[in-house]
């Protein structure tokens, strides 16, 4: 290793990998709680990136325009697209199975 980064003395490169396997138990960890209950998954991402502009009332309002299961997959695609939100597919799938178990009902 040091002769491969002069630069970079041991220690910051074992901070580095410390880091690294850090996040990467972090991923595997955030996978295994999508895969087992994407309801709760699909909350806790709708309540990090989906409360900045409106809150949960536009699911509910009287004249909310989200009619249809299929409306619902391209509005919840539509929001995320506009905030560049950083979700794999399978998060934006969680999030709306979470909007529809808790509002729309379809
Ligand atoms: C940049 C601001 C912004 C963010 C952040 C945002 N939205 Fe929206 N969202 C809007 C606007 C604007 C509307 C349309 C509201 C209106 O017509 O009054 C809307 C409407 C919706 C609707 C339809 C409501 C209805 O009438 O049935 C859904 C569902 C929705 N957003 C989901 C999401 C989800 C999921 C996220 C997180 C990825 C998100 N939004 C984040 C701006 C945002």
């Known amino acids: 290793m040091k002769h491969l980064f002069p630069k970079l003395g041991s220690v910051s490169l074992n901070i ?7 996040s990467m138990a972090n991923i595997a960890l955030a996978e295994d709680e999508e895969i087992t209950d994407p ?4 909350e806790k991402a709708h309540n990090t990136y989906c409360v900045k502009c409106h809150t949960d009332a536009v699911y509910t ?3 909310h325009f989200v ?3 299929d409306a619902l997959n391209k509005q ?3 929001c995320k697209n506009m905030n560049n939100v950083p979700w794999f ?5 969680a999030v709306v199975q979470f909007l ?3 509002y729309y009902r379809f």
Not at 89 to 93: A, I, K, L, Y
């Open 61 to 63: 309002r009287e004249n």
């Open 100 to 102: 529809n178990k808790k």
């Open 39 to 42: 309801i709760a998954h699909g």
């Open 76 to 78: 919840v695609e539509r």
């Open 89 to 93: 597919p399978e998060d934006t799938d």
């Open 16 to 22: 580095l990998f410390v880091i690294f396997a850090m």
């Open 67 to 69: 009619r249809s299961m």
